[in-house]
């Protein structure tokens, strides 16, 4: 979680704690190399009990009527638009998302391969998940 609290991520500004975590080995896999599965980086995976509710799935457009939200608010170009001193709009939606006290959420990877990935929100009060490491 100290990276993304520290750098940021697509969900979570600076000073934000988060875990981004996949439902499956090889998506997290390309998650990590950040788009260049062919210069792999050092990566250690494990395998997280999360006892955490709720958890928004957001991997089907049909639910994103009732949020008020497109595709292209989990799409944006986060880190472009944070090095500009703009507001991400999946930031927003993450804050949106915490305050309403939603755990987590799990969104279609932005890897190449495009698998289901899972993040992990603080709530508002900086809460977070219980998380059982294995």
């Known amino acids: 979680m100290k990276g993304r609290h ?20 090889e998506t997290a896999w390309l998650e990590a190399q950040q788009g260049f599965p062919f210069n792999p980086q050092p990566l250690t995976i494990c395998a997280y009990d999360v006892d955490s ?15 008020g939200i497109s595709p292209d608010t989990l799409a944006c ?20 998302l915490a305050a309403r006290d939603v755990a987590g959420i799990i969104v279609p990877s ?20 219980h998380l059982h490491v294995s």
Not at 7 to 23: C, D, E, I, M
Request: include cysteine; hydrophobic fraction near 30%.
């Open 6 to 25: 520290c750098h940021g991520g697509r969900f979570n500004p600076v000073g934000t704690p988060a875990l981004y975590t996949s439902l499956r080995m």
């Open 53 to 67: 509710e709720p958890v928004l799935d957001l991997s089907n457009p049909s639910s994103f009527g009732e949020l």
């Open 77 to 96: 170009p986060w880190e472009d638009l944070a090095d500009k001193g703009k507001m991400p709009p999946s930031w927003e939606l993450a804050k949106t």
């Open 110 to 129: 932005f890897a190449p391969a495009r698998q289901q990935a899972t993040e992990i929100l603080s709530s508002e009060n900086g809460q977070t998940p």
